[in-house]
């Protein structure tokens, strides 16, 4: 399984980018998949996740700017990042959940496969 993010780049705050992550797994519509970022010297935390059955889920922390899709036909999920902030600023991983459902969509143990990530810096 592999897992390619891109999108990421230089946004002035206020701006708006989006994440494009392309995955090589079987029976892509049957998975969750989820978005985390890890920003420089923190953890890396829990962004939002769109279920096989296009549930979509947001931290507190992005609920209202960002917008997670999926494109089955294309073995890809979007996250559309709006208003964006110099705190979102960080690292942006998407992973395969096979394991995830409603009540453990933040935890990283529900996600078995991982991207390399791709850079988003928010900053004027």
């Known amino acids: 399984v592999q897992l390619q993010a891109s999108g990421g780049g230089l946004a002035q ?20 998949i989820g978005w985390f970022r890890q ?12 279920s096989s059955s296009d549930s979509t889920y947001y931290a507190d922390s ?4 960002f917008t997670i899709s999926r494109d ?3 073995n890809t999920v979007y996250l559309q ?5 110099p705190e979102d600023t960080a690292v ?5 959940g096979p394991s995830v459902i409603s009540s453990n969509v933040a ?4 996600y078995a ?8 810096t928010v900053s004027n």
């Open 62 to 65: 992005v609920k209202g700017r």
């Open 81 to 85: 990042m709006n208003s964006l902030r």
């Open 13 to 32: 705050p206020g701006g708006s980018l989006r994440l494009s992550c392309v995955a090589s797994v079987s029976n892509f519509d049957y998975h969750a």
């Open 92 to 96: 942006y991983y998407c992973a395969v």
């Open 72 to 74: 089955n036909a294309k």
């Open 39 to 50: 920003a420089p010297g923190k953890e890396r935390e829990w962004v939002s996740c769109i």
């Open 113 to 120: 496969y991982w991207g390399q990530g791709t850079l988003v």
């Open 107 to 110: 935890s990283e143990t529900a």
